[in-house]
């Protein structure tokens, strides 16, 4: 199975991130590609997890198979064209829809977008408004704002805690860019990205805040990004942050709190030292220390609860249309710490 690189699990009718039970050890999630119409039509699959269920105290993935595809499709009912939408992050919302985050497509002049989209015929329902900021001024080296080429709206991800049957209380979502703005650029600081809080309501939905997310620099790497973001409620947020480098792959998953933040809706560049208080972070697991083989994990979402009763983690790599690559998908433990 190739190119899967973001996902959500689907626990009916009220929960975005959580699971839905195909048999007593399968589960229902969906995946994006990341493909821009290049290698066929923009699209999400629905996949089938099966886990081990001989030893309950040691459950483990036993095998991933694809039960449907859905082609994204505009408002007006067509296809996207080769190269018009860049699909990288995606959050299952209560009202029977996806919402997708399309990183633009900077050197040919399209912008990125966050887009709802209906989950059994993929036809586009609307979008959610971006501040002009993210918008690139140019599409050459003339470029002094918004998104960097490839490097925009990566991760997606709405509050379970903030679900309702049907959607019809408003729920909130999250979104973030993988690399700083343009115009945030700063070689003499840590990478300043921006995250986004929305809450949706009916088809008014409003941007509340805007937060500053500091990326952990990483030694000796020629990549590294926020590529995904989880609610997992009560305010708290993991997030993951993938690098490449000279020993390849590695990947760091994060508890994230954004409540005591400072709201940086107004600030236009974050060059220089600002006095801005940052969303909290705290480094739960760094993947490179557990002796596995990584590839470009770029995708987490909730999965099952497992016997134990802890919750779940599912994370997978997108494997960039390369035989050399993988398609990997982890499964993961997450216990409260007293």
């Known amino acids: 199975m190739k190119e899967h690189q973001s996902a959500v699990c ?3 009718p009220t929960t975005p991130k959580g699971i839905s039970a195909v048999n007593s050890k399968a589960y229902r999630f969906y995946a994006l590609s990341d493909d821009p119409s290049e290698n066929g039509e923009a699209r999400f699959y629905s996949l089938r997890l099966d886990l081990t269920s001989s030893d309950p105290a040691n459950i483990r993935l036993k095998k991933v198979a694809v039960e449907g ?3 994204l499709k505009k408002a007006e009912g067509e296809t996207f064209s080769w190269g018009s939408i860049n699909p990288e992050g995606i959050a299952l919302s209560p009202r029977n829809s996806v919402f997708v ?6 050197h040919v002049g399209i912008p990125p977008f966050l887009g709802e989209f209906d989950l059994k015929t993929g036809q586009m329902r609307g979008k959610l408004p971006i501040p002009k900021r993210y918008i690139p001024d140019a599409s050459d080296e003339k470029q002094q704002q918004g998104v960097v080429d490839n490097l925009g709206f990566e991760s997606l991800t709405i509050d379970p805690e903030t679900f309702s049957p049907g959607g019809l209380d408003p729920f909130r979502l999250f979104a973030a860019t993988e690399a700083p703005l343009m115009q945030d650029l700063d070689p003499e600081q840590a990478s300043k990205l921006r995250l986004l809080h929305y809450v949706i309501v009916d088809k008014t939905p409003q941007l509340v805040s805007e937060n500053l997310y500091t990326l952990d620099q990483v030694p000796m790497t020629i990549l590294n990004g ?4 989880v609610t997992v409620g009560g305010g708290q947020i993991l997030s993951l942050e993938r690098s490449f480098g000279l020993s390849g792959y590695s990947a760091r998953i994060y508890q994230v709190a954004v409540g005591a933040a400072t709201d940086t809706s107004r600030i236009q560049s974050f060059k220089g030292r600002l006095a801005v208080e940052p969303v909290k972070k705290k480094l739960l697991l760094d993947l490179s220390q557990l002796g596995i083989p990584l590839y470009n994990l770029e995708g987490m979402t909730l999965g099952p609860r497992l016997p134990d009763g802890s919750q779940s983690v599912v994370l997978v790599s997108d494997d960039n249309f390369d035989e050399a690559q993988k ?4 499964l993961f433990s997450l216990k409260g710490q007293g």
């Open 69 to 71: 595809v859905t082609s």
């Open 101 to 106: 985050a399309s990183e633009g497509v900077t």
């Open 327 to 330: 398609t990997q998908f982890l």
């Open 10 to 12: 689907q626990e009916l």
């Open 226 to 229: 926020l590529t995904e973001l």
